[in-house]
């Protein structure tokens, strides 16, 4: 049965390790993320885009699938299904669907209605045991088509959100989605600090968790980060399998173009990058 992330991740904050959210794209990601999950008895929150629901066919056929997982795998962790940089429609429809936790993403609306909105979309939320997370200063790189450049939150406008009710806040510490470039000025831990000092208890979410070095992350987790997401990284590990099994011929020997077959490698791949960044977060042993 799918949670809500608030609980797993209040425990995590006052356990200082992270929970990792690992987007997923289609079947073979979600069974292999569960897997691990389930192996590493770790607590595990399944990331939806807005584009990639729609490709997988729409928010009815994720929520399906994903529960359907839970029962026939014997998935006994706690699972969150979650909305990642929501709109305010999909908000609502992901609620609808069955997800259990969402994030508005209101980062590029004037404070005032980030404010209006989000305080809109705790209160469904919450009124359906779900989860809600808010973002505040825009989270570099590109996410669906928006390109940021990776913007600091101000930390009053980040309390100012906490306080209306939010589970979990992500605010920009100069963290980007996809691949860093080589001029990345590193995270500013200042600002998180400062942001922590303002929101208490509130656990905090980090974007962009592909190429951040471990000790950032270590050190991000000891400032109240107690979410990570991960998207990138475990695409790239899947596509790196896939090519080697058809450069090797592989897809032409026997039944190799069998697609249960020809995904494989990407799959255990993606378990592999899962089981990895679950250690490095902490939250092995902590479901």
Known sequence: MLVSAK???????????????????????????????????????????????????????????????????????????????????????????????????????????NVEKTKELVAAAHDKGCSIEAEVGSIGGEEDGVVGAGECADPQECKAIADLGVDFLAAGIGNIHGKYPDNWKGLSFETLDAVQQLTGELPLVLHGGTGIPADMIKKAITLGVAKINVNTECQLSFAEATRKYIEAGKDLEGKGFDPRKLLAPGTEAIKATVKEKMELFGSVGKA
């Open 7 to 113: 609980e797993m991740l209040e425990k995590a904050k006052a356990g200082h390790y992270a929970v990792g959210q690992f987007n997923i794209n289609n079947l073979e990601w979600t069974k292999a993320i569960l897997a691990t999950a389930q192996e590493n008895n770790s607590p595990v929150i399944l990331g939806v885009s807005e584009g990639a629901g729609k490709y997988m066919g729409g928010y009815d056929v994720v929520v399906g699938m994903v529960n359907g997982l839970i029962k026939d795998q014997n998935i006994t962790v706690p699972v969150a299904l979650h909305l990642d940089h929501g709109s305010y429609e999909h908000c609502y429809k992901c609620l609808e669907a069955g997800f259990s936790s969402i994030m508005f993403d209101g980062s590029h609306f004037p404070i005032e209605e």
